[in-house]
């Protein structure tokens, strides 16, 4: 059995075939999923899709690349809903920022903003938080710390790899791994994963996104979950049904009750 802990279902390219996508995944045991939060505008249908699905959930955030339409009253009138299960995603994205140093400066101020206010909320809340970083593993992991993250842990959603942010396993968060881990130029992540510790490792597709291994190019979903344990079993040398249960059992510690 495993758990997508991160994948975009309320995304425009699973409009035609949502159900089709989520029978495909539980046929494969892919018993449960999380959508997370981006786009604002999009949330009312990852609601729609967690309440008529009883082991899907929805997280309230908002990504860094929709940062202008960040609105703290939206996603906390949505917090208290039975089916939200944290905060984000939220983080911060480095990866395509503007021309000038002042734009620049701007722009990552405005994201560090947004991050910290949504780290906050989750505290309010007690909420893990999924968190999105992209080429900003310092400036990430400094905030983290500032805000007392560690109080309500979370999830590195598809894990950058980067060494820096190890230490965060001691402040609750777990390490969300995906298609990259098949992709051929993985070698930065194949080579870290051994060093997270085994009860922090959870699964990912973030779906539309980042089709393993030999879909790439194609759209992603769920049911390639799959295929990112049998990468993960190979590198980490365990029998894949352990890894699925010792997965399972990591999402369930941070998730308390919900799968
Ligand atoms: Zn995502």
Same mark, same amino acid.
């Given at each position: 059995m495993i758990i997508d802990t991160h994948c975009h279902l309320n995304d425009k390219r699973f409009e035609k075939d949502l159900e089709e996508v989520i029978q495909r995944a539980h046929r494969a045991g892919v018993t449960g999923m999380i959508i997370p939060g981006a786009d604002p505008d999009e949330l009312p249908r990852a609601i729609d899709i967690a309440e008529r699905h009883e082991k899907i959930y929805f997280a309230v955030g908002v990504h860094p690349y929709d940062? /202008?339409?960040?609105d703290p009253k939206l996603l906390e009138a949505h917090?208290?809903? @039975?089916?939200?299960?944290a905060v984000g995603e939220c983080g911060l994205d480095y990866f395509r920022l503007p021309e000038t140093e002042a734009e620049k400066a701007a722009e990552k101020a405005a994201q560090k903003e947004i991050f910290r206010a949504q780290i906050a909320l989750a505290r309010r809340y007690k909420k893990p938080i999924i968190v999105h970083i992209r080429e900003a593993s310092h400036d990430s992991l400094g905030i983290l710390k500032e805000e007392g993250a560690k109080e309500v842990g979370g999830i590195l959603h598809c894990y950058n790899a980067s060494p820096i942010l190890l230490e965060l396993a001691e402040h609750g968060f777990y390490y969300g791994i995906g298609? *990259? *881990?098949?992709?051929?130029?993985a070698k930065k992540l194949v080579e870290i994963l051994p060093q997270? @510790?085994? /009860?922090r490792l959870l699964i990912e597709t973030d779906a539309p996104y980042l089709t393993p291994h030999p879909h790439r190019g194609e759209r992603n979903e769920p049911f390639y979950t799959t295929l990112v344990a049998q990468k993960m079993a190979e590198i980490l040398q365990i029998p894949e049904p352990q890894l699925e249960e010792m997965v399972m059992q990591n999402t369930r510690r941070l998730f308390k009750g919900y799968f």
């Open positions: 940062r /202008e339409k960040f917090i208290g809903h @039975p089916k939200c299960i298609g *990259v *881990v098949t992709f051929k130029n997270i @510790p085994k /009860e």
